[in-house]
């Protein structure tokens, strides 16, 4: 059981250059996020899905689309890649069935932008 | 509305004493609380929720959380400190009823000292 899975751990990239991040679950939840964490920042929502075919705006969303085609999958891209965006981006997944269900974690990308 | 306040963004103690990490939020609905740890280059994991009831929850690692209303508190303890606690500690808050969409604070990096 692999729970949240993100594909890349690392990459470095180019001013300009575009990008795409996988998550993938295997545990049928139906919330997914994306998130990105800078220091002293803590984590900030970039958006997030309700389900298969939905997205949301998060509280950062500038510089990034993403899409949910499949359930198991949330994509986070970037179409034209900036410093600013040098990040550590998080995904995460929640079954809101039941009362306050935390949310599922992925490792991690660590993201570079030159 | 919702927002988490994590006093200190680091805090240091020696091996064996309490550790104490603050967490205010505000919320114009009933909160569900949780506080999560990260380790270096990893994701979130739970550490604690509070739902319900009992004030007092108790979580992995022999941390607890006491639940305040009246003071809008959620502060994590530990009676006496390991050296593998040392990491990052967010405290997060999601509104009852339906919303899934919580709020995190800034963190707080756990320095324990041999």
Redesign the interface.
Known sequence: NAG?TQTPKFRVLKTGQSMTLLCAQDMNHE?MYWYRQDP????R?IH?S?GEGTTAK?EVPDGYNVSRLKKQNFLLGLESAAPSQTSVY?C?T?N?AG??Q??H????TRLSIL | AQSVTQLGSHVSVSEGALVLLRCNYSSSVPPYLFWYVQYPNQGLQLLLKYTTGATLVKGINGFEAEFKKSETSFHLTKPSAHMSDAAEYFCAVSPSGGSYIPTFGRGTSLIVHP
Do not use: K, S
């Open positions: 949240v919330y002293g920042m803590g984590l929502l997030y309700v998060g998080f995460a929640l809101p009362t306050n935390p949310q974690f992925g490792d991690g």
